[in-house]
């Protein structure tokens, strides 16, 4: 079992940064591919930016030039940087491993 938890969310106001971290427990965590997908209310949960095990990207059309998913084996961590947000990126953010292990989420609000 990979625990997977997130930390980093907040309230911030449009155009603001945020970082976000993902930490995995296991002896493994180079060789998964990570996740960040969030969840608005009302909405389904969407992805966001993933990272596979050798570094390749992928970003949603929504945040591509604006977040950052980078991570650290060393740490057993994955984060995501969040530059120029905007109101419509309200959501809960969570992290996922391997596409099998979640996270319990993180808060992001967005507002003046």
């Known amino acids: 079992q990979v625990q997977v938890v997130e930390s980093g969310g907040g309230l911030v106001q449009p155009g603001g940064s945020l970082r976000l971290s993902c930490a995995a427990s296991?002896?493994?965590?180079?060789?998964?591919?990570i996740g960040w997908y969030r969840q608005a209310p009302g909405k389904r949960r969407e992805s966001v930016a993933t990272?596979?095990?050798?570094?390749?990207?992928t970003y949603a059309a929504a945040v591509k030039g604006r977040f950052s998913i980078f991570r650290d084996n060393a740490k057993n961590t994955v984060y995501l940087q969040m530059n120029s947000l905007k109101p419509e990126d309200t959501a809960v953010y969570y992290c996922?491993?391997?596409?099998?292990?979640w996270g319990q989420g993180t808060q992001i609000s967005v507002s003046s």
């Open positions: 990272i596979s095990s050798t570094g390749t990207t």
């Open positions: 996922n491993a391997e596409g099998r292990w």
């Open positions: 296991g002896s493994f965590f180079s060789m998964y591919t």
